[in-house]
Every structure is written in C-alpha cells, then in structure tokens.
C-alpha cells in the first residue's frame, strides 16, 4: 500500500459503521422478509445468547485491555501502544471478533436468521477495509515489534480470512 499509514490508519472508524449497518439492515430484512417461519429450537435460541455474550465479554475485556495500555480505541485514530496481551494475545483482533461473534449470537438468539449471513459479510468488509490498514498503520509505527507480534497471534482466532502471520 503506497499510502502513509504512520498517522492513522483510516478517515472513517469502518467496524463500527459496517456493523451498525448490518444490524440496520438485519433487522430491516427481519420485518420484510423473515428467513425461517418457524421459531428455533430453545437450544439453538440457547447458543445463539452464549455466542452473543462471549462477543459482548470479548468486546468488554479488549477494551479494558486497550484503556489500562492507555492507547486508543477508536479505529480512525493513530495507536498510542502495541497491545500484544489480555484478548489480544488470543487474537490480534478480539473486538472485531467480538463483534461479529454478537452478530451472530442475535442472529441465533432472537431466531433473526438474516443476521448470520451479515454477521459473515460485515467481518469480510472489516477485514478488506478496516483490518489491512490498520495492520498497515502498526507495521509502520512498531516496525519489528508489529511483525514478531503478527508473526504469533492469529488475526482472527486461527481461522477466518488469512492465516497465522500472513499481515
């Protein structure tokens, strides 16, 4: 990628924008058109909740991680700190994960069914447009520090979009 990234790695804070829209539209295609007439099972509704709060527990813990490194939040801003422990020695992405796996979660827990699909298209537009740059964004401003931490912790989970070390 040609562009500076040193400064900050994007103009608009991409994750939060993706999933509000999923959920906008989740919710929206639930109204017009239900996937599913008949309700789940009580054990998938079961799952479904599980899954919604460990994202929620996910999300939390990566951000009490993130605030105790005094580094920021917010994906359009500059990093302050490489924060390699807590969630994020599980993931180099544990907010985002965080974040899809409640998406799922409502899709399962509330028997909205047009969220799970969402759930896997807004984690692809997160990794396409917010994740690479803001990997970008880290290699530039920790340099081997970055490239040994992305080396170990995979971006996802040890699954998803790319593999362990590939940045």
Do not use: C
């Amino acid at each position: 990628m040609p562009e500076d990234f040193r400064a900050r790695p994007n103009v608009l804070p991409w994750p939060p924008v993706i999933f509000a829209a999923a959920w906008i539209l989740g919710f929206a295609l639930e109204s017009i058109a239900p996937l599913g007439e008949e309700s789940l099972p009580a054990w998938a509704l079961t799952i479904g909740r599980l899954i919604a709060a460990t994202g929620i527990a996910l999300d939390l813990w990566a951000m009490a991680a993130m605030t105790a490194a005094r580094t920021n939040i917010m994906p359009n801003r500059s990093a302050r700190r490489l924060v390699t422990s807590g969630p994020f020695s599980l993931s180099r992405n544990p907010i985002y994960l965080g974040n899809t796996l409640v998406t799922l979660g409502i899709g399962l827990g509330l028997g909205a069914l047009w969220f799970i699909p969402l759930a896997g298209v807004a984690a692809v537009l997160v990794e396409r447009l917010a994740i690479r740059r803001e990997e970008a964004h880290l290699a530039a401003k920790f340099g081997a520090e970055w490239t040994a931490y992305a080396a170990a912790t995979p971006r996802w989970l040890g699954f998803g979009f790319s593999t362990r070390g590939r940045t």
